[in-house]
């Protein structure tokens, strides 16, 4: 399993916790809930494919 997997569990539910006080929150532009979430999908890619190429240099390294 990726080691990622529970540490995005981990930041995933305070995260969304805040995501839905941004959301219902009328004092919150729209904008400023799609900007957060898609700078939390944009940092998440860049962890996954860190951890990806992380993982498969160590392969390498081990033959």
Partial sequence: ???LVPLFILL???LAAIGLVLYTDTGIEPALFYASVKTFVILGAVAVAMSFAAMKLGERTKH
């Fill in 1 to 3: 399993m990726n080691p």
């Fill in 12 to 14: 995933s539910l305070p």
